[in-house]
C-alpha cells in the first residue's frame, strides 16, 4: 500500500481520539488517565511480545528507551492541556508540529529546507493569530499560560520522536517500535502514578469512570500508529510529509470536537484551522 494512504488512513482513525479523550477528561485527572490508556496498551499487545525484535542492537535499544521516556513525558503534557483548554483550540497548535519536523529532520536527516517552507511557516504562524485574536473577547475561555506551555512542549517532544521514528524504521521491525517503548512508556507512568497518587487504586477509578472510552482511545491509538509507522517505513517517504498528511487529523478533531463542546468561536477556529492546513500543505509543494 503506497505510504500516502497509510498517512491518511491513520490521520482519519487519530481525528477522533481527542475528541473521545476530552469526554472522558470531564471525569478523570490527566496522569491516571494517560496511565490506564497505556496499561491497556500493554494488556493488547502481550500476545505479540515473543514477535519483537530482542535481538536489538545498543544503539536502537538506547533511541527505544530515549522513545519511551520522551512519550511519557509528552502524553502528561498533551492530556493535562486537553483537560483543561478547548478542543478546537489544541488541535490546530499541534500543527505547528511540522515545523520543528522540517528542522530537526534538516538536522539529523539532512532534508533539505526552501523558500516553499518559510511561506509554510508564515501560513501557520497567520492561523495561530487568527485562532488565538478572540481571546481578549471571551475572558472565561482565556486558557492559563502554562497549558500553552505544556502543548509546546508537547509538540517538541512529538517532532522529535517523529524523527527517530525515521532513524528506527532502518534499525528493526514496525511492531518492535511502537510496542517496546509503550511498555517502557506504560512502566514510568505507572511509577509516577504509584509515587505521586494512589496507583493501582487510580488506574481501577480511571476504568470504572471512563469504561468504553478509555478501550476505544487505546484500540484507535493503536491502529493510528502502526498505520503511520507502516508509512514511515515505506522506501523512499520522508517523515515531513507523513507528519503532514496525518495532521489533517486535527481539521476534524476542531470541528466535530467544537460542535459537540460547544466550543466559543468555532467558526474562527475553523478557519484558522484551514490556515495551518494550508500551511502544512505549501511546506510539502
Request: net charge positive; glycine share 6%.
Amino acid at each position: 500500500m503506497e505510504w500516502y494512504i497509510l498517512a491518511l488512513l491513520s490521520a482519519v482513525i487519530l481525528s477522533f481520539i481527542p475528541i473521545i479523550r476530552k469526554r472522558v477528561l470531564m471525569h478523570e485527572h490527566a496522569s491516571e488517565f494517560t496511565t490506564t490508556v497505556y496499561l491497556l496498551l500493554c494488556l493488547f499487545f502481550l500476545p505479540v511480545l515473543p514477535l519483537l525484535d530482542w535481538g536489538m542492537g545498543g544503539t536502537t535499544f538506547f533511541l527505544m528507551v530515549v522513545k519511551g521516556v520522551f512519550l511519557a513525558i509528552a502524553s502528561i503534557l498533551m492530556t493535562r492541556a486537553a483537560r483543561h483548554l478547548e478542543v478546537s483550540f489544541v488541535e490546530p497548535l499541534r500543527n505547528f508540529s511540522i515545523v520543528f519536523v522540517l528542522g530537526f529532520s534538516f538536522v539529523f536527516l539532512g532534508e533539505r529546507i526552501g523558500i516553499q517552507h518559510v511561506i509554510g511557516v508564515l501560513l501557520l504562524m497567520i492561523g495561530a493569530y487568527v485562532l488565538d485574536v478572540h481571546r481578549h473577547k471571551v475572558s472565561y475561555a482565556f486558557p492559563q499560560r502554562k497549558f500553552l506551555w505544556f502543548i509546546f512542549w508537547n509538540v517538541v517532544l512529538v517532532s522529535l520522536l517523529a524523527v527517530m521514528d525515521k532513524v528506527l524504521v532502518a534499525r528493526t521491525d514496525p511492531f518492535t517500535i511502537i510496542i517496546f517503548p509503550a511498555f517502557l512508556t506504560a512502566l514510568i507512568l505507572f511509577l509516577y502514578q504509584s509515587l505521586k497518587f494512589d496507583g493501582l487504586q487510580d488506574v481501577l477509578d480511571a476504568l470504572r469512570k471512563g469504561r468504553w472510552g478509555i478501550f476505544a482511545i487505546a484500540l484507535l491509538g493503536i491502529v493510528s500508529d502502526m498505520l503511520y509507522i507502516l508509512a514511515v517505513a515505506v522506501p523512499g517517504s520522508l517523515i515531513t510529509l507523513v507528519i503532514a498528511l496525518r495532521k489533517t487529523s486535527t481539521l476534524v478533531s476542531t470541528v466535530i470536537g467544537g460542535e459537540i463542546f460547544h466550543d466559543h468561536n468555532l467558526l474562527q477556529k475553523i478557519i484558522a484551522s484551514l490556515v495551518m492546513l494550508i500551511g502544512v500543505y505549501v511546506i510539502l509543494l
